[in-house]
């Protein structure tokens, strides 16, 4: 909002020092005749200033998406209008107050109009430069923001990391010390190295995914909340269709999983969480519909990834050929979302799988007994 008054005043004393000095060059070219009246000098430039924000409105509007036909006809209705606030202001304002320069000519349509065209043209041209300055610098303030949030997610990305050798290493002590004692426990560690690794190998954005990987990474997400919920939450999970060989980006479904995790209710027997997964080889897309009660109370901390994360990255793939629709209430959330479904040979599939593990030097990480 700060901002919003400090441009208005800066357009203020823009237009200030722009009169003024237009009205001391009209004096200096001939200080005998020279009248200076407060109407003589608003309705002077009034026609001028308004054909400026009208040719910036126009741009705003139709310049960015380029809309010519829109953009040509804006501009034609910002002449007429300037020919007519110059039109009333010159033959039927000017005459009543106090103004310089002599008495206009009867008016002619051909005499009147070029010297208002070329006025146009002039202010037409300071409003058109005033918007792609802006354009300009709102693109200079987007691109610094955007390597700052690279710069930032690098950082993280590097603070994050882990070797995996290390976390192999010492999933399979854990594993290992875990087992005599409690199977429950053991299978807990079993089915978060599959977690981790699905992660780590899926870390970049620059490759799909096979559906069922996910599924399998979606499946284990759920199952390790129930070890630590004691098995307490009520989640229908469904998949329909043929996943083989299906891909997707990879981390899309379970970020939505997840989410529901975090935010949702997700123990109440009356109203189970409802994830169901239709991959639609008729329609050529895969559709995911989810449905949740709303947390009460304190919520889970969140990592401002979320839904946002979704959308860009969805938009990045696909462009414009996904759908996501969230309808909640104060109760209740639904997401339906509709991605693109493409499929891969068996061939690609195990070459893209050994490839990426050659490229990443990632271990896959499977806890095996400890020996001591």
Not at 327 to 343: A, F, G, H, M
Not at 364 to 372: E, G, Q, R, V, Y
């Amino acid at each position: 909002m700060k901002n919003k008054y400090k441009i208005i005043i800066y357009h203020i004393l823009f237009w200030v020092a722009y009169v003024l000095l237009g009205n001391f060059l009209e004096y200096v070219n001939n200080p005998a005749k020279y009248v200076f009246g407060i109407l003589d000098v608003f309705f002077t430039q009034f026609p001028n200033i308004c054909t400026v924000y009208l040719c910036i409105l126009v741009c705003n509007r139709y310049g960015n998406p380029l809309k010519p036909f829109f953009l040509i006809l804006g501009i034609t209705l910002a002449f007429i209008f300037s020919f007519g606030n110059w039109t009333m202001t010159s033959y039927y304002i000017r005459p009543l107050i106090v103004s310089n320069g002599p008495p206009l000519p009867p008016f002619n349509l051909i005499h009147f109009g070029a010297p208002v065209l070329w006025v146009f043209i002039r202010y037409s041209i300071l409003g058109f430069g005033y918007y792609f300055a802006s354009e300009g610098i709102k693109n200079q303030k987007k691109l610094r923001l955007i390597e700052k949030e690279k710069h930032e997610a690098e950082y993280a990305f590097l603070r994050a990391q882990i070797n995996p050798h290390f976390l192999n290493n010492t999933l399979n002590f854990f594993f290992a010390k875990s087992l005599p004692l409690s199977p429950q426990l053991a299978d807990g560690i079993m089915t978060l190295s599959e977690i981790m690794r699905y992660s780590l190998e899926n870390d970049k954005d620059d490759h799909k995914t096979l559906i069922d990987d996910e599924i399998t990474h979606i499946n284990n997400v759920i199952k390790i909340n129930q070890l630590r919920f004691n098995h307490k939450l009520q989640i229908d999970f469904k998949v329909e269709g043929n996943t083989q060989n299906v891909r997707i980006i990879p981390l899309i479904l379970i970020t939505v999983v997840e989410n529901i995790l975090k935010h949702g209710n997700c123990t109440d027997k009356d109203y189970p969480v409802k994830v169901f997964l239709n991959i639609n080889e008729a329609d050529g897309y895969v559709y995911l519909n989810t449905y949740n009660l709303k947390k009460k109370g304190p919520k889970e901390l969140s990592s401002g990834i979320g839904l946002d994360n979704i959308k860009k990255r969805l938009a990045h793939h696909y462009q414009k050929n996904f759908i996501i629709t969230i309808t909640e209430s104060e109760n209740d959330y639904l997401l339906d979302l509709s991605i693109p479904l493409s499929t891969v040979s068996s061939e690609e599939k195990a070459a893209a799988k050994i490839n990426l593990l050659e490229q990443l030097h990632l271990q896959t990480i499977k806890p095996k007994p400890f020996a001591s």
